[in-house]
């Protein structure tokens, strides 16, 4: 099946509405001023956690929900995903920040000082308790936005700078920049860190509880791990603050005393798009669909809006988190 389709935005959400589409017989292009993934998106600064459970804790239910489409839609893709679950953590003083986390999410295991040191030896007697999520999995969040660009090339699908004449129907993945027509998006600021720490040897991504600054720590391969969890309400996207990545540091200081002579690699901060209640949406106004507000959960929630959009397109199935209030008009 052939169409005209035109998608704006090549991150994670234009990336995966576009191979979505593309996987069922559309024809389309792809439009964005940069030529690759790279730092001008918020999505090269992911965690690359597919984590539904543990957002649990903070998140709406479709989050959790959907969110468990995510790693066998990425690795249907021929993307590598780690299948080795995740953990909680805290330091004795938070224990009962582990205690309200376990109140508020599911499918997790508790373990104790010996299997938590069973699952990561170099946790070893630095933690008593942990929280187990075994039905979770992570990815590269770099390397997953080059194999989805990488296989749209290789499908022949085009990607423009800009595109003057656009004609048939525009699905706007632009994210933050789609604030011009979006007067309901907001930003929401994210800094990381990426450090190498050839003598810590971690399996999967952990995070570390603390009423003030929780933390989490992603395994990359080869002593290197990105730290982050700051949430600023800002649209502010190019200056981490010394106070933050202060706290990031001092966190990951506080899970393996190891950390503090880590090589720090980048530090790195951009500004998630978000709706007022922090969900995604899909709205339809006459030829052009939006899909946007994917805050801090992009590679977790994009597969199952892209299968949205697609059904949509196609089908002209209306969309769970269509926006009742900004339909077609």
Known sequence: MSADVTIFGAGVAGLCVATELVARGIELRLVDPQPSPGAH???????????PFCEGESAEEPVVRLGQEAAGWWQA???DVSHEGSLVVALGRDRSELDRFARRTERHERL???TLAEKEPQLEGRFDRALFFPDEAHIAPRAALAHLRQRLDDRNVPVLERADDVGGLVIDCRGLAA??????LRGVKGEMAVLRAPDIDLRRPVRLLHPRHPLYIVPRGDGVFMLGATQIESGERHRATLRSVTELFSAAYALHPAFGEAEILEIGVDARPAFPDNLPRIRRWGDTILVNGLFRH???LAPALARMVADLVLDGKIPEVMDEDHGER
Do not use: E, P, T
Not at 41 to 51: D, E, I, R
């Open 179 to 184: 604030r011009d027509v979006l007067s309901d």
């Open 77 to 79: 893709q021929g993307v």
């Open 41 to 51: 998106a918020c999505s090269w600064w992911a965690g690359g956690m597919l984590a």
């Open 112 to 114: 104790d000082r010996v």
């Open 298 to 300: 992009g590679f977790l």
